[in-house]
């Protein structure tokens, strides 16, 4: 299984950016994606995470400025990014629990690599 993930780049505060995250490989099913975000600076946080249920979790400091969305059919997730804060600058990762043909039962949990945001003020 690989998470392939895009969608970042340098943008002024205030500015928006959206990330995708394609899942391929031998999937039975994805029982949920998430973005999570680093800096050298704090451990790996959660950002936004939907269920395969879509239902959402965010953390306090995105909530209202950024949205996760899932495409099922694509097997990609979206995370759209608006009113960017200086402090949204980290390289972001996509998380999946998959499971897969030859194990349909239990999901594993499955990363993609990071995809970095700048926010300049």
């Known amino acids: 299984v690989q998470l392939q993930a895009s969608g970042g780049g340098l943008v002024q505060a205030g500015g928006s950016l959206r990330l995708s995250c394609t899942a391929s490989?031998?999937?039975?099913?994805?029982?949920?994606m998430a973005w999570y975000r680093q800096t050298p600076e704090k451990q790996r946080e959660l950002v936004a995470d939907?269920?395969?249920?879509?239902?959402?979790l965010y953390a306090d400091s995105v909530k209202g400025r950024f949205t996760i969305s899932r495409d099922i059919a694509k097997r990609t997730a979206y995370l759209q990014m608006n009113s960017l804060k200086p402090e949204d600058t980290a390289d972001y990762y996509c998380?999946?629990?998959?499971?897969?043909?030859?194990?349909?039962?239990?999901?594993?949990?499955?990363w993609g690599k990071g995809t970095q945001v700048t926010v300049s003020s």
């Open positions: 998380n999946a629990a998959v499971t897969t043909s030859a194990d349909p039962w239990r999901p594993k949990n499955y």
């Open positions: 939907m269920t395969d249920g879509l239902s959402t």
């Open positions: 490989g031998s999937i039975f099913s994805i029982k949920g």
